[in-house]
Structures are given as C-alpha cells and as structure tokens.
C-alpha cells in the first residue's frame, strides 16, 4: 500500500496555515498522490469561521511517526514544527517565511517573497494547468486575507493582491465583506482563558544565547483585552519560567486601526523600548502602526535582542 | 539607474555552475531584469569545451559589494559560495542540493530533487512560457549530461532523462556523441599541477567538530592519475595543515566504466573503511560503482565521521 503523505502547517496553526494544507492536499491528489491535510494545534476562531463557512473538517495529530513523509505548509524551521519534526522524511516545502532550514537529502523546497502561503499555491495550480475550484478559491482567498489584514498589513504584496482579484471571481464573493467577517470572528476572544490567550498564535524563537516568544491576539477593542492585563502577565511570567525564556512579548493587535499594544515581560523585556522607540509603563506599550509579526515585531526584536 | 544583479553557482564551478548561471540571465533578462551570469573561480576543461562550441564567455569576480543583490545557483551553503556571501542580498535561489540555508528575509527560493540545476531551469522557462532557444537548450544538456555522466550517475532522475529528450530536439545535437566529447574534454587534466589537481572540483563539508574536504577528477585512466600519487599526496597534507582539515578525500573517477579510487588522508582518514566497506592500502580504496559525490561519497562519510 502506497504510503500516506501527511501535509500540515506550523504550531498554533493560524488560516494561512489551515487553508493552505487543505488547499495543497486538493494539489497533490489531483497530481495522483497519496496525502493527507492535517493540523498539529486547535482552529482559532477565525479558521473556525472559515471551515464552518466551506463546511469542512481537518483533522488533529499530536505527533508523527519515524519516517513519517510530510510536506510542510506556511513554516520551515524545526521549532514552529511538529514535535519529533526531525524523524520525518520532508518531501516538500511550501512557505512565505524568512529561512532557517537543514536537510541533508534532497526535496522539493518553494517558497516565494509574498504575504501568504496561498498565493505560492495559486502559482503551483497555474503552472500544472488544474483548475481553482470554488471552494479552493475561498480558502486561498481566506488565507491571503488573514495573513495581510484585509491587504492593509505592510506584509502585503502586488502580487497577494493580483492574486486575491483573479481569486475572488472564482469564490464569487464580497471579498471585503467576507473578509471583515473573518476576522471579526477571529477576534472574539470571550472563551478563552488566559493561559489559551497567549497561546492563540504564538512563535518561539531562538537568536544565539537569547531564546524569546512573540505571540499576538487580533482584537476590535485593545481594551477589552486589556482589562485582563494582570492575569495574562502571571500566565506569561510562568511561561517564561518554564520555558526558560528571556522575554516574552504579546501583542494586542487592533485589525481595524492597524495598531498594537504589546506587554512585554522577562528578563529582557526592555530591548523593546530602543527596538521601537518607545518607553514601557506598566510593562506596555503603544506601537503606532504595528500589525505585522514578521515584517515589524521580529525583526525589530531580533536586531536588539 | 537599476541595480544589477550578480547569478553565480558554486565555489571551483562545474558545467551546471557555469551553464546554469548563463541560463538564469537569459531567462531573467526575458523577465525584464537588469543582471549579470559571472563566475566566482576557475573554468574546469569540460566546461571549457561547452564554452568554446557556443563561442560564449562567463566573466569572473572575486567578491562581491556589500549589499550586492544576487541569484545563487546550484547552491545554497554559504561555505560553498563567494567569500563575503555574508554581505549580499540573496534575492533568489535556484538549486537541487541538500539544504543547509538561512536567510533573515523573504526570497524566492526553488529546488527541487533532480539531477541538475538546469533541469530546474527548465520547468521555470516552461512554466513562464519562455521558449528555449538552441543555445540555451545546449547549456542546459551540456549542464545535464555533466551532472548526471551522460545519465549513468546515481544522482540522475526520470526528469532528468525527460527533460534531456525535450532538449535534444531543440538543440540539434546527437547528445551521445556530443556528451562523451564534452566529458572526455574534462578528464584531460595534462595541464594541471598537482595542487591544481584536488581543487579542480573539492567542496569543503562541516559536521559539529569535524571539517573535510571531499575532491573529485574525472578520468577514463585512473592510472594515468596515480603515477602522481606522491605529489598529490604532498599538496593534500599542506591543504591539511593550512586548513586544520580532519579528512581529505580525493575521488578519482573512471567515467567510462563508473568506478572511483580514492586516496583518504588526514587524521580521520580511515574513518572511510567503515564508510564504504573497504580497507585502505597505500592510503587508497577501489570503490566500485562510486561515482556521485553527492549520493555516494558524502552522505557514507557523513554518517562515519
């Protein structure tokens, strides 16, 4: 029997990461492979919306086994991945993300300057000739609209938008509609604990001797969030015990206005004062114009940490 | 005025390196990009030959401007590539080798699991529907049949073979007679020095604390190449002693009937018994059917060291 390649993106999977694994298993099937799109975190709301929108399921896998063929979606470095990632076989890569990878054999790697997943997957449909489906549409669509904020997040490219335009005549929908929606749904943050709150999309990364976690929240009201700031500080001080890590930042991102609101905790907590010129009261700060992860918060980080 | 981006292969450039180079220009100038194929070490004699039948040449650089913009080809370890890679802005990568690559930026990067960069190449001319033109067919068959030995070569894949078929017929060339030409033009190797002998084509490998080299010179005499045996013994142990080097491997391969002799000098030199089976005598080993640095000799002595 023909093994199955399983096809997943990366921890605390956000839409890009969801839809583009659904998206590149429909591919891969149709080039006559074995596959399976799964996922190795919970939907956030806003995924939620989207598969309840389309009416579609992806399922869990905490780990994989040795040997295990895997193409990885929206992610390439080992610590965003799968836990015993290193056993697996990577057969191809797929990606929008900055590069810290090792394989010492041979595979398929793809990866495009652009502000989604999606769009290198529009590409690979077009240069096999297979035709975008409705519902293919719609995630892409989903996809690109998460990870650029509606097209007003700095990651956003030319590209990301040709692509959504040509897209949206396929999904035949209101893309401005369904898109504020989205990430309306993605923002209603009511049922979760603290503990959940921090961990809805948070990455780890790793500089050197410096070892830190960026997490952020989408929200309509910073100050909803706000109002918990003293829960979510002893939940992230934890972690930060933990897993002994030297700051920990959590940005409140307001998707309407397309500014944040970071805490930032730890032992180096005060590298983000020169990283965005700004001065922390209470362990805050307000970062006018700052929606983007990895164009605006990593780098910034990385150059001070 | 618009910057021009420099595309170069590897350190010591084989015929992909150098054809490669040449084809990406080609195909990025047709995509409306100001850029420049050079060449970052010495033309080997096979390459020479290729060259000299199209009547083209490729001009060399030493190093290259902080902040160059360049496209990698048929690489992407940073050892492997011009001195001060470091300082370049990588815009792309074209390759097909192992993955050992970090970059904090997005980019475009594309490998695959083939042969030969050019075969690479050609799915991106087919998927931009760029038409290939004869000259451009015959470096990427010349690139093709070099790294694959005229499609004899462990490395070589289906698409290889079917990529080359595609070729032949828009180049016009009888690839048989041609490619044995253009490979017997490179074991021609009465004009080197012995020093000029093991860097004809040597790649420096780095494994935790062990550092090597593993060499390679085709030939259709391997004896011809052991009547220098003591000399270029003498040049291998300097190359040691300057580069604190635990292992130096040089491959002597027989193109015409796929085999290899190795010479293993260095303190981890017998670390190559167990890594083929084989037990050194004279300082040497007969490998049969060894022929693929890639496939053979450096996932064996990567595993042993």
Do not use: W
């Not at 904020?149 to 590209?159: A, Q, V």
């Not at 509609?177 to 604990?193: H, I, P, Q, R």
């Not at 930060?240 to 032992?267: C, H, P, R």
């Amino acid at each position: 029997m023909e093994e199955e390649i399983l096809i997943f993106g990366h921890k605390n999977p956000d839409t890009d990461s969801i839809c583009s694994s659904i998206i590149m298993e429909n591919l891969e099937k149709k080039l006559g492979n074995k596959c399976k799109a799964v996922r190795i975190g919970k939907i956030n709301k806003e995924t939620e919306y989207v598969l309840n929108y389309l009416g579609i399921d992806i399922p869990y896998v905490e780990n994989i086994n040795n040997d295990q063929k895997v193409i990885l979606v929206d992610h390439n470095e080992s610590t965003q991945s799968v836990e015993n990632i290193e056993n697996a076989k990577i057969l191809k890569v797929i990606d929008h993300h900055t590069m810290n990878f090792k394989a010492p054999y041979l595979l398929y790697y793809r990866a495009e300057p652009v502000g989604c997943t999606s769009t290198v997957l529009y590409h690979l449909y077009k240069e096999k000739n297979i035709e975008i489906e409705k519902n293919i549409a719609i995630l892409m669509l989903s996809a690109i609209i998460s990870d650029t904020l509606l097209f007003k997040s700095p990651t956003c490219t030319e590209e990301d938008k040709i692509v959504a335009k040509e897209l949206e005549e396929i999904a035949g929908i209101d893309v401005e509609k369904y898109g504020l929606e989205m990430l309306k749904a993605g923002t209603n943050l009511d049922d979760f604990s603290e503990e959940e709150l921090i961990n809805i999309d948070a990455k780890e990364f790793k500089k050197e001797n410096a070892k830190y976690v960026i997490a952020q929240v989408n929200t309509v009201s910073i100050e909803d969030v706000l109002e918990k700031q003293e829960k979510i500080e002893e939940v992230i001080n934890k972690e930060i015990a933990e897993k002994n890590l030297d700051l920990f930042v959590f940005a409140i991102t307001d998707i309407l206005n397309s500014n944040s609101e970071i805490i930032s905790l730890g032992k180096k907590a005060n590298i983000v004062e020169n990283a965005f010129n700004v001065n922390l009261k209470n362990n805050r700060a307000f970062l006018e114009g700052v929606v983007s992860r990895k164009k605006q918060l990593v780098p910034n980080i990385d150059k001070n940490i």
